[in-house]
């Protein structure tokens, strides 16, 4: 509570937002240990830090947007690719647990991302820009509550969508 000051330059709530989700895809297929998801939680969310710092726009959040999203497509993203090996997760296992597609959009206020090419843009987190509500989670994850709150049951979908 003490963190917040004034309209919200720091991008705590949005990184930890980013960075529950993709290790949340990883918890889903069973194969990477708690304390393993810990530290690489622990890697990426200081690797997005220092890769913003000098690309954050509360007052422009579109601004910089290509530059803060993560993507996997044929390619790893660097960042995620570099906390995993932190952990021992090869890029090999990582295409295997994460989506093949992947969009992740972490802006000030909001987090989205998008499986697949024409799959729909979901919002993981959003905040008011000018208000500075006590709950930083409060106007969070309309697509993928469950996701984040580490139920069993988003993955199905998931796992249909990347078996195929």
Known sequence: HSQRRGPRADMAPEIAAAVGFVSGLLRTRGCVSEQQ????????RDALTEHYRHHWFPE???KGSGYRCLRISRRMDPLIGRAARRVG????QLFQL?????????????VSYRIGDHGSICVLYEAASSSKSSSSYGGM???KKQMMLGSASPSESYVMAVSS
């Not at 998801?37 to 990426?44: E, G, K, M, N």
């Open 98 to 110: 994460l989506p093949s597609e992947l969009a992740l959009w972490v802006d000030p206020f909001e």
């Open 37 to 44: 998801l810990q530290v690489f939680s622990a890697a990426l």
């Open 89 to 92: 997760l090869g890029l090999p």
């Open 60 to 62: 422009e959040p579109s």
């Open 141 to 143: 994850l309309t697509c």
